[in-house]
């Protein structure tokens, strides 16, 4: 009876509503001399891309067997937008002081020289 189960992903939202990400059911075999010992079969899921920040969440798995309800602990996701993206401008700031640094260097010259004459 319990190589019969169906292992379910969820998250639920910031306003505890329950959405079903993926579901499926397994039959595992028992290989001959194998009955009656624990065993540890892995499952993983790899969520590839979130869809917006609104699928900041706790993500859930659990698995049930025929009178068997086991809920992970759950993981927190926090889903950000690419969020302030600090801009350099190095280049624009020393072009602009050299500029200015050369106009005040030619007007204080040519001012030297009225002066003289």
Same mark, same amino acid.
């Given at each position: 009876?319990?190589?019969?189960?169906?292992?379910?992903?969820?998250?639920?939202?910031?306003?505890?509503?329950?959405?079903?990400?993926?579901?499926?059911?397994?039959?595992?075999?028992?290989?001959?001399?194998? /009955?009656?010992?624990? !065993?540890?079969?892995?499952?993983?899921?790899?969520?590839?891309? %979130?869809?917006?920040? =609104?699928? *900041?969440? @706790?993500?859930?798995?659990?698995?049930?067997?025929?009178?068997?309800?086991?809920?992970?602990?759950?993981?927190?996701?926090?889903?950000?937008?690419?969020?302030?993206? /600090?801009?350099?401008? !190095?280049?624009?700031?020393?072009?602009?002081?050299?500029?200015? %640094?050369?106009?005040? =260097?030619? *007007?204080? @010259?040519?001012?030297?020289?009225?002066?003289?004459?």
């Amino acid at each position: 009876k319990y190589t019969e189960f169906s292992i379910s992903y969820y998250w639920i939202n910031s306003r505890g509503q329950k959405t079903s990400i993926y579901h499926r059911s397994e039959n595992v075999p028992i290989p001959p001399g194998k /009955e009656n010992e624990t !065993v540890t079969i892995p499952y993983d899921y790899t969520i590839t891309s %979130l869809e917006s920040t =609104s699928s *900041t969440g @706790t993500y859930y798995c659990d698995v049930k067997w025929h009178h068997i309800h086991i809920m992970g602990k759950g993981v927190f996701v926090l889903a950000r937008d690419t969020g302030y993206v /600090e801009t350099y401008y !190095v280049w624009e700031i020393l072009i602009t002081l050299t500029v200015l %640094l050369a106009v005040l =260097s030619i *007007t204080a @010259t040519a001012l030297l020289l009225w002066k003289r004459k």
